[in-house]
């Protein structure tokens, strides 16, 4: 049997014979190769009661190249690209080892949420954002985890936000004058708050999302 | 002493910068002095006084094949080998950690062996007294350290025999091994480096070639993670076992690696040739202020830059100055153009203004200025004769297109010499394609006439010459550019002009019709000219490499280096 194959099929059913850990890998089709993976987010961090999932590629020379991971869950994370979900993580590049796991690999992803690196960001906006005030990005990130990732509710999320809509803005990670602009045009807050968020509107931005395009999304 | 030896960082070692030049076994190859030969044994016609010497802007170096490279690189590993009293593949890896400075691993050798042998990867690691346990689970790690590696030391070694020491010992007859890669139980043949991180030997084959072919690495380590030890040679080649293509390939790195190592040599950089050039005068950085070092390796036309990255001969430009006109050209030329021919600038605060419609009023954006498009004057002065220019005369408007002319002089400049330099480019490829078409009608002329072969080569000469010296003049273009004005820079461009118009009017008799009746007088006086034209471009050559030596030449630019 090719090698590739017996080893990803046993990495996908020792998986699932370990029952204490959150870790979990599932087919997405009848292909062995292309997986998703999740695990919960660490506790004691802003990511902590989320369920993160991640999509795994299984390259054609595994275990002897990395494998390829991106988040599909939205994570607010420096190392994590915002609009992409890919990852920043030298495991994942060039300190790859052939001993290394699925499982390992996402193990390590679970403790880079633990431990984030903002000097060498992959999203450098977020990267700022933590560098800047790094409990206004913890805000951000439990409010993502909270509406991304399945986090817990709002009785969580009342520690954090002082008042109202003020601060729900600052925690989509939105600008207030943006989000000022379009209420202008006579748009409801809230409804603004979401189509940036879901945009992922940060102005003149690399996605480039022009005001149109935003008016365009908020008239559906 | 300079020496721009490239140090790669690394962390375990801090390299003095004062340090010799490298003594690397220059005798074995330098005395030879190959110069670069006149391509020519085409008959005494073309025979240019004093060829077979050395010229002065020609630079003395030599070709190596990659078994002559390896040679040099055994000479090395033995000497490390004799001094150190290591195993050949051990010496060979401490050298390629070390960049091949033997000076300055012999200096940390003798200071801390094993301190090198570890950061080489061909020692372990001192043990240390009791290591932290590793964390059995992983679901509560807090922030350690900003280290972003696995955390988690993967537990799956090697859980067979520690009996067998040193490197590659298949550990025959071990009992139920599993394969901590390929999971595979069924393999007998295992293989480990001296860290005892066994697996099975596909896996290992696969590793390697993976490394070899897919990543270009030379500098393979044990599949353990975070382990550094280094898979030497014979481990290497008998892990690889019958797969000489990957084998031939990874020497092949080697030998790169070796050679990126080296100031005085530099891989030949056309596609999949093997050869390397040695250059010993054009080794550090400062003497390429003074010369130009082009060179070919044994394949005559492979002809590159030994001091830069332009695989062509950009003679009688310097390097420097090669770079800045290529980058400038790159950034300009397309913009310029448009620039030229759509834009006028506001005459206040000469923002490039384009008109894309309406009427002659003109507002300024920037600075609100208002003029008239066609005489560049003061809108105001146009009274009451709004929408109709007619006053070219009028002193506001004579200043402001006299201010417009002055910064446009600039742009015209660049123009005048991008042009002449794009233009030898052209003429030179459109007449190689007109040879081609040449070419086989002094074939069919070969058969028809009387004339040999030999005699109706001169066409080939002809254009051969015409497009070499084409490239000289190309590059003459990007040096005028940039020289300062002055006696030098004149008599420069006089030599340029006589070489231009004599490359010229060749050009013009190659592309004259060729008949029977008149070719032998056509022979002579393409042959005549060749030899001129060659004369006119050594001259050309000749005097900007003396200028370099002699320090005539100046810029009007900062030069990298200068």
Same mark, same amino acid.
């Given at each position: 049997m090719d090698a590739r194959l017996r080893r990803v099929n046993k990495e996908i059913a020792d998986c699932k014979n370990d029952?204490?850990?959150?870790v979990t890998i599932d087919l997405v089709?009848?292909? #062995?190769f292309h997986l998703i993976g999740s695990f919960d987010g660490p506790e004691g961090t802003p990511y902590e009661g989320g369920r993160f999932q991640v999509d795994i590629v299984i390259p054609d020379n595994y275990p002897f190249q990395p494998v390829k991971m991106k988040f599909i869950t939205k994570v607010y994370h420096p190392n994590v690209s915002s609009a992409s979900g890919a990852i920043c993580l030298d495991i994942l590049k060039d300190a790859w080892s052939p001993v290394l796991t699925l499982k390992s690999t996402l193990i390590s992803l679970q403790s880079l949420l633990c431990s984030p690196e903002p000097r060498d960001p992959q999203d450098a906006e977020v990267a700022k954002h933590y560098m800047t005030s790094k409990s206004s990005f913890e805000d951000t990130a439990r409010y993502w985890t909270m509406i991304y990732a399945g986090g817990p509710g709002k009785e969580g999320l009342g520690k954090g936000a002082?008042?109202? #809509?003020r601060d729900e803005i600052a925690m989509a990670g939105l600008d207030r004058a943006h989000v000022a602009q379009f209420e202008a045009l006579g748009f409801d807050r809230a409804k603004v708050i979401d189509v940036l968020r879901r945009l992922n509107y940060r102005g003149a931005n690399v996605a480039n999302i022009n005001d149109d395009r935003v008016v365009e999304e908020l008239l559906k | 002493m300079s020496s721009d030896y490239e140090i790669s960082d690394d962390e375990n070692y801090s390299y003095e910068e004062e340090e010799e030049e490298d003594e690397m076994e220059v005798e074995d190859y330098d005395d030879?002095?190959?110069?670069?030969?006149?391509? !020519?044994?085409?008959? !005494?016609?073309f025979k240019v006084p004093g060829g077979s010497e050395r010229k002065v802007y020609e630079v003395d170096y030599m070709s190596l094949s990659q078994p002559d490279v390896e040679k040099i690189m055994a000479t090395d590993v033995n000497y490390i080998s004799g001094i150190f009293g290591v195993e050949p593949a051990v010496a060979a890896q401490l050298l390629r950690h070390m960049n091949w400075n033997k000076e300055k691993l012999t200096d940390k050798y003798m200071d801390n062996a094993s301190q090198v042998s570890v950061a080489a990867g061909v020692d372990l690691p001192p043990r240390e007294p009791t290591p932290p346990p590793p964390k059995a689970s992983s679901s509560r790690q807090s922030s350690t350290g900003p280290t972003r590696t696995a955390r988690r030391s993967v537990a799956e070694t090697s859980k067979t025999s520690k009996s067998t020491k040193r490197v590659a010992s298949p550990a025959a007859g071990v009992q139920s091994f599993v394969c901590p890669i390929c999971f595979d139980d069924s393999q007998t043949e295992t293989m480990a480096l001296m860290c005892e991180h066994r697996f099975c030997s596909s896996c290992w084959k696969e590793y390697i070639t993976s490394k070899v072919r897919t990543e270009a690495e030379c500098t393979i380590t044990c599949?353990?993670? !975070?382990?550094?030890?280094v898979a030497l040679d014979p481990f290497v080649k008998k892990a690889l076992t019958d797969d000489m293509e990957t084998w031939e390939r990874y020497q092949e790195l080697l030998v790169r690696q070796f050679v990126s190592c080296i100031p005085h040599l530099k891989f030949c950089p056309y596609p999949s040739c093997t050869n390397t050039v040695s250059c010993v005068s054009a080794a550090t950085k400062s003497s390429l202020l003074t010369m130009v070092p082009i060179v070919a390796c044994s394949i005559p036309t492979h002809v590159f830059c030994f001091g830069c990255p332009i695989d062509a001969d950009h003679r009688p430009v310097i390097c420097a100055v090669a770079k800045m006109w290529l980058q400038k050209c790159r950034d300009d030329s397309e913009t310029a153009n448009w620039i030229k021919s759509n834009t006028k600038e506001c005459s206040k605060c000469q923002s490039t203004i384009e008109k894309n419609g309406g009427c002659n009023h003109m507002t300024c954006k920037k600075c609100k200025y208002e003029f008239c498009w066609v005489c560049m004057g003061p809108w105001s002065e146009h009274g009451t004769s709004w929408y109709s220019c007619n006053r070219y005369d009028e002193k506001a408007s004579v200043d402001a297109r006299d201010a417009q002319a002055r910064s446009r002089a600039s742009l015209e400049r660049y123009l005048h010499y991008y042009n002449r330099w794009a233009n030898h480019e052209q003429s030179a490829k459109l007449s190689m394609e007109l040879y081609a078409k040449t070419e086989k009608k002094m074939e069919e002329m070969q058969i028809t006439s009387e004339l040999t072969w030999i005699q109706v080569q001169f066409m080939k000469k002809a254009v051969d010459v015409v497009f070499k010296c084409r490239m000289t003049l190309k590059w003459t273009y990007a040096m005028a550019y940039y020289l300062s004005l002055g006696n030098e820079k004149e008599l420069f461009e006089d030599n340029q002009r006589d070489l231009e118009r004599a490359v010229e009017e060749l050009s013009e008799l190659i592309e004259a019709p060729i008949d029977p009746e008149t070719i032998m007088a056509l022979r002579q006086k393409v042959t005549d000219k060749t030899v001129y034209v060659q004369k006119r471009n050594e001259i050309m050559l000749e005097d900007t490499a003396k200028g370099y030596l002699d320090g005539r030449w100046s810029w009007n630019a900062t030069v990298d280096g200068l």
């Open positions: 029952k204490q850990s959150s089709d009848e292909s #062995p002082k008042g109202g #809509p | 030879g002095s190959a110069s670069e030969i006149e391509v !020519d044994g085409i008959g !005494d016609d599949m353990a993670e !975070d382990c550094n030890i």
